[in-house]
């Protein structure tokens, strides 16, 4: 299903003459470098396609014949390939490995001498002093140390090599193949000759899958019946550049349809063309540093066109693809594969930001990025700590408008405890957790957490998180300019064990109210203190790791009821 869906929208860009993928036979990739001749095999410059790119040279990117080397295996690429390959030159290999690379690249070109411009570019790689003529040009001192790719260019051309007609018209003919080696293409269905290795896919964020690929059988323990490499899982040659070509579309560094967590990479299309494939984006994406508001807005903009049904359409058959890609040293791992209508993924993303909508300062941003949730739960808040799997699992739980993982809510609380600290990011995983798990599962038929403070939730551990916000703001108002106040000292056994915690600090309080000073701010506390503990007969001894996630919940709600108001007074 997921070779099938990029397959298709493989077919779908290449029907379309602006999209710029890559057709049949061919390849996107930068060449720094351009040999410049003449067709009497006189070079003419060493031209740098290079352009700087913050503090980066970026090399210009052009549409290439396949590539036709995979790993470590001396086959050579038509008409473009690194220093080496193309001029027989030391660059980082051994002097007998780069003549049987150069060789190579000659007997590629050898059998088309016919063509004219083969023959010009043979003319000019059959010099002698090709060395010593590079090396009067600044740029050969780069492109050797970096044995970077190179092709050819004609002085009178403003093309590479490659692009002259008679090249196209070459690579376009259809090679032959026996009959009796057709196989069934597990992708198309159809009687096809089978690729024997598939296309590396690139893009991902670690720097140790620039061969990973999907589809691979690099050891004989992975064959079965005798069969080697790519007839393990037959693919027509057709069909497995499509996909590969579609997926490092996808993955390539201009694509606007592809994320990066710290152990994920997320891509997504639509089968026809769709504003969702652009907006999914924004969705997932951290805010640009140089404009940190365009997100938000986006975002506001986004939510309102989703409550308002403007991605519901009569005919709701185009289908949105999500594939979660994840890193690794041979083999792409599918982290998961979501499937839906785009009504369907607009709906989800929709209920995503219900459930995690809270109270919060008015500095935070009403929409954080998934990033910003996930680094949340992270010790020392790096994306580095991100618990393995835990990205995954999220998303797919966002995708499928389910309950949202264990590993999360349990990372959540352990993060608050330690950190005695309820974010704004952490309080709204853990509300989204609790009203997603009720409303899927909910026995006791318990109350949904609100937005803002809800003064008839009677759980018990809503009501002591409550509680125990109170406590520290009188704490804070007794003791101006305290170092550590009972959250730090306290949350963690406060919120586990009530009931041998409690009953310090409401003695604590006593003392504490004393020193306010002020009958009346005394007496809005007291009343405060009763309203909460009204029908509260006892502090539990200890409090399920649900209610503890209501005792956040509570603390959260009342800290920003309270900080509310007491900005109101000090207006007043």
Known sequence: MILQALKEYYDRKAADPDSGIAPAGWERKELPFLLVIDHDGNLVNLEDTREKKGKKLVAKTFLVPKKNRHSSEIA???????????????????EARVAEQHAAFLDKLEPYRFVPVIADVLKFLDRNDLEEKLSKYPAW?????????????FADSLEPVFRDKNII???????????????RCLV????????TLHTPIKGLKKKNTLESKIVSFNFDAANSFRKKQGENAPVGTEAEFAYSTALNSLLSKESEQKYSLENITIVFWASRSDKMEHDFGFFLSEPSKDDPDSRTEYIKNLYKSLKNGKFI??????????LGLSPNVTRISICFWQ?????????????????????????ESDYPSVWRLLVSTAALGKSENIIPNLEGDFLRAVLEGAPFPETLFQQVMLRTKRERLISYPRAQLIKAYLNRKWRVSNPNNERSLTVSLDKENLNIGYRLGRLFAVLEKIQTEANPGINATIRERFYASASATPGRIFSILMKLTH?????????????????????ILDQVREFPVY??????????????????????????????
């Open 188 to 195: 198309t269905g159809e009687l096809t000759e089978i690729a």
């Open 76 to 94: 050579a690429n038509f008409l473009w390939d690194n220093v080496e390959y193309v001029l027989g030159i030391v660059c980082k290999s051994k």
């Open 141 to 153: 001192n780069d492109a050797r140390k970096e044995c970077a790719f190179l092709s050819f260019r």
């Open 543 to 572: 409090l399920s790791l649900s209610d503890q996630g209501q005792f956040a919940i509570g603390y959260y709600h009342q800290n920003r009821d309270l900080f509310t108001k007491h900005n109101n007074e000090n207006n007043q």
């Open 169 to 183: 018209s070459l690579l376009k003919s259809a090679k032959s193949c026996n009959p009796a080696d057709l196989k």
């Open 339 to 363: 499937v839906g209508t785009v009504a369907q993924i607009a709906a989800r993303i929709r209920e995503y930001f219900d459930d995690l909508q809270i109270c919060h300062a008015p500095g």
């Open 313 to 322: 359409t009569e005919d709701d058959t185009n289908l949105f693809y999500i």
């Open 511 to 531: 003392y504490h109210l004393a020193k306010l000073n002020q009958q009346n701010r005394e007496n809005f506390f007291k009343k405060q203190i009763g309203e």
